[in-house]
């Protein structure tokens, strides 16, 4: 049974990506995780007594602390999801995103290097290669045009591991995934906070003229991919990964008013976000062809259970809005 060491375990994606790897029974999984305001060890808290996970709460850029988890509890390899993850935060200021997603990548790779880990996932995004006009996909060889002070912070990690796997042939592989949701997802981002106003009879404020496009991936999907990667990937490769679900964002929110039965009359159109990217859009044909991964779920049913999820969970998303969640590590771990 080898040992995964997941970065960011505690956050969306990464929640999930734990929860799918001990389901399968193969691994043993250490979550590195800092807890920032978007970690989240509630969301991992079925399987906490599970005997294959451990959750250490360390920050990515302190080489000290890295170290130190790496001795304790010597990883087989790395899957690194840890990032300051939203674009509207790094707009506002991007401090973070450079210490976490730039330092932060840069440490992991020199102590994963330091101890030789077998294997290395960095776990990116679609958007450094910036925007899409109404035509056309990005493939893995298309530029890096980062736009916003996230993805450029992103597309700096990416060329780092890819420095490390040319210059010290460190074992390294890249993903870059569209915009994911599903079960879990921090309400700022569009899909979670959208249901979260709705039902709260909130306003739901659609940026510029809502018609820009996003091609939609259920997280769950996303951590199959992952995984994949994990096992089958050649190391020093980039691999997209997509859902072939192109949608205006004004479609995605009308559709969940519709599944939650509430009126348009919540939509409110508000200032555009600057340098908002217009359309993202995967050619997923590598990742199809060279390991025979698509995804399984299309964005109709996906939504549908999500916004289930949501209506089902409405304490969690209550208790992640009003900060009560902050309170769970030190009743949970405060004593340990
Ligand atoms: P998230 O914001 O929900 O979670 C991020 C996690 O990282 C949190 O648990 C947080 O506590 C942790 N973290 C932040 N800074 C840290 C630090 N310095 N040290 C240790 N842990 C730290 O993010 P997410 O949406 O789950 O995204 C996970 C990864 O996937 C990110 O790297 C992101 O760039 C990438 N990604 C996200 C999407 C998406 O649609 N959400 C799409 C493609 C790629
Ligand atoms: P978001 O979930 O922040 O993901 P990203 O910007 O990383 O793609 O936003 C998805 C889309 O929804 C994006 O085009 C911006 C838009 N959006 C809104 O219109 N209103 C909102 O309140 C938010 C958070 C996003």
Redesign the pocket.
Known sequence: MSKILV????????SNFVRLMLARGEHQIVN?????Y???LENLGDVESDPNYAFVR????DRKAVEGVFESHKPDCVV???????VDRSVLDAT?FV???VL?TQVLLDVSRGVGVSRFVH????EVYGSLGPTGLFTEESPLQPNSPYSAS?TGSDLLVRAAFHTHKFPALIT?????YGPF??PE?LIPLMIANALEGKPLPVYGDGKNVRDWIYVED?CDAIARVLEKGRDGEVYNIGGNEERENIWVVKKILELLGKSEDLIQYVTDRPGHDRRYAIDGSKIERELGWKPKHDFASGLEATVQWYLDNREWWERVRSGAYRDYYERQYGNR
């Open positions: 970065t960011g375990g505690a956050g969306f994606i990464g590195l995780d800092a807890l920032t978007a970690g989240n360390a920050d990515i850029s690194h999801f840890a990032a300051e993850s939203h973070a210490t976490t997603n932060g776990v990116s995004t679609d992103k870059r995934c569209s915009n994911n997802q921090f981002k996303h």
